[in-house]
């Protein structure tokens, strides 16, 4: 069936470092991949979507390229900020249905 | 525009105890789903709704849990009775066609 492995966290990072999260995933056909954030005591927030084959998202920095060789979509940032520890969350979509990896804590330092 | 809102907010139960959360979807929002969100994984879908009919209902446990959308409006989610492994965040989303969903805050359910 469809799913999504993302990388185990957390991962702790000093501000102004450079962020990966990688993401890849299963599925039969082309599905829809999105980035949602969860920051504390708040719900998902989308963060960055795309819907074929080497389109890149990108929002607030963050920026994730759809490969359907490698079937993955990671996310990267530049340079993080403090503002933005939280959790992020991958996921496709087939079908209207909404499929989530387990999520990556993401903590950035001063 | 307001977003999803969802109460209450946190609730705590014993087992085999009776719970319902409710959510209001954001105005005009077609479709409404619940998710269920164990410590440590991603959102689980549990039912979709289109209107007040359901689309999908393949995860939701039904010898335990139920979800009713009333109206097409309103929605209620309810546990009956609760296990310990029911402990979760049970969040709220709706989406005006079935592409963006928004979320709201979530319950978070913890069952002793």
């Known amino acids: 069936g469809n799913s999504v492995t993302q990388m185990e966290g957390p991962v702790t990072l000093s501000e102004e470092a450079f962020l990966t999260i990688n993401c890849t995933y299963t599925?039969?056909?082309?599905?829809?991949l999105f980035w949602y954030v969860q920051y504390p005591g708040e719900g998902l927030q989308l963060l960055l979507k795309a819907t074929k084959a080497d389109d890149k998202g990108s929002n607030k920095g963050f920026e994730a390229t759809y490969r359907k060789e490698t079937t993955s979509f990671h996310l990267e940032k530049g340079s993080v900020q403090v503002s933005d520890s939280a959790v992020y969350f991958c996921?496709?979509?087939?079908?209207?249905?909404?499929?989530f990896g387990q999520g990556t804590e993401l903590s950035v330092k001063p | 525009e307001a977003g999803v809102a969802q109460s209450p907010r946190y609730k705590i139960i014993e087992k085999r105890q009776s719970v319902a959360f409710w959510c209001n979807p954001i105005?005009?929002?077609?479709?409404l789903y619940w998710y269920q969100q164990i410590l440590g994984q991603g959102p689980k879908l549990l039912i979709q709704f289109q209107n007040n009919g359901v689309v999908d209902d393949s995860q939701l446990p039904k010898d335990r849990f139920s979800a009713e959308r009333l109206k097409g409006v309103d929605s209620t989610l309810k546990i009956q009775p609760a296990k310990l492994e029911d402990s979760a965040v049970y969040l709220c989303?709706?989406?005006?066609?079935?592409?963006?969903?928004?979320f709201g805050p979530g319950t978070r359910l913890t069952v002793t």
């Open positions: 105005s005009g929002h077609a479709t």
């Open positions: 989303a709706s989406s005006y066609s079935s592409y963006e969903q928004y």
């Open positions: 996921a496709l979509r087939q079908g209207g249905k909404l499929i």
């Open positions: 599925a039969t056909g082309y599905p829809s």
